[in-house]
């Protein structure tokens, strides 16, 4: 199975920058593409940001221009760079990776890291 592990939230004003970092573990291989979710309090889980495995991206336009993913297929970390934050940002964000070619040895298709809290004040 695979394991991820995201870091880099916090505490950050409106305008300002925040890097957040996943850190995936186990059978690696497995992994094609890769995003990030989040999920305010009282809504649903929504996309963020994809990259598929040979680096192709994908955003919604609430985040388009101000977020970029990025991956590091060496060191198995997948980063989300995150400008121009405004409170609505305010979220537990989620990484996810898709393994659909191992679904074969008995995986669950997808991972999902355990969150972690993005705060923008006003």
Same mark, same amino acid.
């Given at each position: 199975q695979v394991q991820l592990v995201e870091s880099g939230g916090g505490l950050v004003q409106a305008g300002g920058s925040l890097r957040l970092s996943c850190a995936a573990s186990g059978d690696t291989n497995c992994i094609a593409a890769m995003g990030w979710y989040r999920q305010a309090p009282g809504k &649903?889980?929504? /996309?963020?940001? *994809?990259? !598929? @495995?040979? !680096? @192709? *991206?994908?955003?919604?336009? @609430?985040?388009?221009?101000?977020? *970029?993913?990025s991956? &590091?297929?060496?060191?198995?970390? /997948?980063?989300?760079?995150?400008? @121009? /934050?405004?409170?609505e940002d305010t979220a537990i964000y989620y990484c996810n990776a898709e393994m659909p070619a191992c679904t074969s040895r008995g995986y669950e298709y997808d991972s999902w890291g355990q969150g972690t809290q993005v705060t923008v004040s006003s």
């Open positions: &649903d889980r929504e /996309l963020v940001a *994809t990259i !598929g @495995s040979g !680096g @192709s *991206t994908y955003y919604p336009v @609430s985040v388009k221009g101000r977020f *970029t993913i991956r &590091d297929n060496i060191k198995n970390i /997948l980063y989300l760079q995150m400008n @121009s /934050l405004r409170p």
